[in-house]
Structure formats: structure tokens, C-alpha cells
């Protein structure tokens, strides 16, 4: 059995410390509680407050929650309202589209999939929540790229790698896409990332109008295009989801 890092035990023993009991304590109290040397409390309190999840008021001395551990709550909580608040709408986009959906948010410079609803017929499919998506290519990602202006600079500074030879990786030509994205309300991947596969993603934006994520469906190019164009009914049907869950996050009409 692996072992326990016992810096990390003693790091989140203090964190659920400060949680509790007092809104502020000094090093002697939170050295005495745990048990620890003043010396070693101290360099732990150290680092967690270098990292934010710590902060010490100037004047007492004494220490309390960080700003960070908020964030980071709250950023939970967002991911899985907004999963929960997309469920009825993903099926529904899965069952009108006859495609497989995914529901993306910006993690770790790239896309995370929170959600995917199966394409529905008897087909194999693999369970893809978890996994990551580029930013730069992928439709979910250029939605993210083009409306979270943390995404934009990510993708920007990121290195854009080439999956296929449609994959734009230019600065310049993959600030074009993210204009035409945001004029459109949608994003495009035409055999940007798989060859034989195209995809069509929307903004989800939350009650303070902000995006959260974006949601997309997923298929084989012949089905999704027609003449060489995304099929207009299949766009409408992703941003009529987006829309949906949008509204239920408290975003109201855009």
C-alpha cells in the first residue's frame, strides 16, 4: 500500500483547523493542536499562504482561510451546477441531433469533458468524461477560447499543435476564427482535430453572464455537413442547448 506524503496530511489537518472553531488563530495555537513544532507549523503556514489558501492579518499576527480555497469552492460548485443543470438538455441535443454530445470546461490550459451523452444507436462508444481537448482546434475549445479571456491567453501561449492538415495554428488566423466565433454565437471543427470527424460547439454563460463552459456535439463528417457545410439545423439545435442551460444557470435570455 502507498504511503502517505505527511507535509500534505499536516497541510490539509491545518486548512480544516482554520475551518472550524475560531475565524483566527495564532502559530502557538495551531502548532498545539496538531501537535507540531512551531518551526515546522510555521513553514507549512508559510508555503499554503504563498500558494493563497492561507492569509495572516497584519496587524494580530494570526492566521485564517485564503482567498484561493474560495475560488477553487466555487469553481466546484460551478462545474457541477452546471453539469447538473445540463443533463435534460444534453439528452435532448443527443436525441434531436443523432449525435454524441459533450459538455466542456476550461482545465489545465485545455478542455475537460464533464459530461457526454452517447450518440443514440447501437454503435461502440467509449465513456470520454475526463478526458482533455485542445483549446485550439476543437470546437468546444475555440467556444472557450473565443468568450473565457483566461482561455483566449492560454490558447494563445500555448503551443498549437497540428493534428491534421485543416488544424490552423497561426496566431493571426486563429484570432480570425475566434471573431467569426463570437459574431456567430458558435464554433467549428471541420477535420481540425480527427480526420472524418467534425464537431459544432456553443457558449454556456452563467447569472453574471459569464461563460462557464461550452456544450457540442460530435460525429462523422458526412452526417454533420452537407454540400461542404455544417447542416444549419444541427447549429441551431447546439445553440438552442446552450441557450437552455444558459437559462437555467440564471443567464437569462441572450
Request: net charge negative; proline share 2%; hydrophobic share 40%.
Amino acid at each position: 500500500m502507498a504511503r502517505n506524503i505527511q507535509s500534505l496530511e499536516r497541510a490539509a489537518a491545518m486548512l480544516r483547523l482554520l475551518a472550524g472553531g475560531e475565524r483566527r488563530l495564532g502559530l502557538s495555537d495551531i502548532a498545539s493542536s496538531l501537535g507540531l513544532a512551531k518551526g515546522t507549523a510555521h513553514g507549512i503556514l508559510r508555503t499554503l499562504q504563498q500558494e493563497g489558501f492561507v492569509e495572516q492579518d497584519d496587524a494580530s499576527g494570526r492566521y485564517q482561510l485564503g482567498a484561493e480555497l474560495l475560488r477553487l469552492g466555487t469553481t466546484y460548485l460551478d462545474v457541477h451546477e452546471l453539469r447538473a443543470r445540463a443533463l435534460v438538455w444534453t439528452d435532448d441535443l443527443a436525441r434531436s441531433s443523432g449525435e454524441s454530445v459533450h459538455l466542456g470546461v476550461l482545465h489545465q490550459h485545455g478542455v475537460l469533458i464533464v459530461h457526454h451523452v452517447f450518440r443514440p444507436d447501437d454503435s461502440r462508444q467509449v465513456l470520454e468524461i475526463g478526458a482533455m481537448q485542445p483549446l485550439h482546434c476543437t470546437a468546444l475549445g475555440k467556444v472557450l477560447s473565443a468568450y473565457d479571456p483566461v482561455a483566449h491567453s492560454e490558447a494563445l501561449e500555448a503551443e498549437r499543435k497540428a493534428f491534421t492538415d485543416r488544424t490552423v495554428c497561426g496566431a493571426a488566423e486563429f484570432e480570425q476564427i475566434l471573431d467569426l466565433t463570437r459574431a456567430r454565437g458558435y464554433a467549428a471543427d471541420v477535420e481540425e482535430t480527427w480526420e472524418g470527424v467534425a464537431s459544432i460547439a456553443a457558449p454556456v454563460h452563467d447569472r453574471r453572464r459569464m461563460p462557464v463552459g461550452a456544450v457540442g456535439i460530435t460525429g462523422a463528417v458526412e452526417r454533420l455537413c452537407r454540400d461542404g457545410e455544417l447542416r444549419p439545423e444541427l447549429i441551431a439545435a447546439v445553440r438552442d442547448c446552450a441557450r437552455a442551460v444558459s437559462r437555467d444557470l440564471g443567464a437569462g435570455r441572450f
